[in-house]
């Protein structure tokens, strides 16, 4: 039968021979670290008032053993006791053999439609959060404005009457707005880059009424690569008549080069070296601007073409349009 922890002054041990005194780690003040550091208990306490406060469910997911089902009680009092209704408060414990990451858990704890969760005794896990509605709502909520529709004031009336990301998740609307998103998407991935004549600039020219030119350049950033890649450019020639809207990303393979890449910097040198003196004033006050990892703007098309002819990615070969809709 194993023999319980005891205190002695400054150390923690176990009856056990062969085990050593351990010192506790102190704080500046020589306060004793433990059972974490204050300002984290602080957070912890800050979260739980917050909770109980909001008035909203709650699911508590403790470890199946003693110290996690302790905890969870422990927990659950004093969500009470602050003032937030029991029937407020679930529990979840795993399936036998499973895990708090597992597909089966989430898929578990999400049923819950919790709008705060405490998680105990369960470990530390390098992994996306247990459950992913808040996740999946955002991108919801975000699709109607990158349609060809723009209906960004429903999106708004949906999101105010919302009471949960569980609600706007299952939107018949967001959702379809969604589906219309990823399927400009899965059309402007088929498209080749062009490359400018020091390799540095890859150029994506797609033709969409959809605001995903700032998607599709975060998804080909991760899959562009050559040592002599610096910039992703995407320009959408169908988004807004007469203008090319852009998104430049630094794609992986030039992260955390020595030194680093700047975006605007380098679009305003490849403009300023143009024969053309004018090209750089043309392009207009939204060129070459944001941040150095990320920028975007928009260039008149006539403008666009010349700088094109500057980098020596130019091409005859147009964009083709986003396909017409049936019916």
């Known amino acids: ?37 204050k300002s984290q208990i602080e957070k912890a306490k800050d979260f739980l008032r917050e909770c109980a406060a909001a008035r909203k469910r709650t699911l508590i997911v403790p470890d199946k053993d003693a110290d996690g089902l302790a905890a969870g009680a422990i927990i659950r009092k004093t969500l009470i006791l602050l003032g937030l209704h029991p029937k407020l408060i679930s529990c979840y ?13 989430r898929a578990n704890m999400e049923a819950y439609n919790p709008s705060y969760i405490i998680v105990l005794d369960q470990g530390s896990w390098k992994s996306e959060p247990v459950i992913d509605s808040p996740h999946r709502a955002a991108k919801l909520i975000n699709a109607p404005r990158r349609t060809a529709d723009y209906d960004v004031p429903r999106a708004w009336q949906v999101l105010i009457k919302a ?11 967001l959702k379809e707005a969604r589906t219309k998103v990823i399927h400009e998407m899965k059309r402007a991935d088929r498209l080749v880059p062009l490359f400018s004549a020091d390799k540095k600039i890859a150029v994506i020219r797609i033709k969409s009424k959809a605001q995903i030119h700032a998607l599709i350049a975060e998804r080909q950033a991760r899959q ?3 040592r002599e890649l610096q910039v992703v450019m995407v320009a959408n020639e169908g988004y807004a008549r007469g203008v090319v809207n852009y998104s430049c990303r630094v794609p992986t393979c030039a992260r955390g080069r020595d ?20 090209l750089r004033e043309r392009l207009g006050p939204r060129f070459a601007v944001g941040h ?36």
Do not use: C
């Open 259 to 278: 030194p680093p890449v700047d975006i605007p910097e380098i679009l305003s040198r490849a403009a300023d070296g143009a024969d053309d003196d004018t």
């Open 224 to 226: 562009l690569s050559s």
């Open 1 to 37: 039968m194993g023999r319980p922890s005891q205190y002695f002054g400054n150390f923690k041990t176990r009856l056990w021979p062969e085990r050593s005194f351990s010192i506790l780690r102190r704080d500046q003040d020589g306060n004793a670290i433990w059972p974490a550091p």
């Open 93 to 105: 414990t795993m399936t036998k053999n499973s895990l708090l990451h597992y597909a089966d858990s």
């Open 163 to 173: 009471s949960s990301p569980i609600d706007l998740v299952k939107n018949k609307f």
């Open 292 to 327: 150095k990892n990320a920028s975007g703007g928009m260039i008149p098309q006539t403008a666009f073409e010349d700088f094109l002819q500057a980098i020596g990615a130019s091409s005859d070969k147009k964009p083709s349009p986003s396909p017409r809709k049936s019916g």
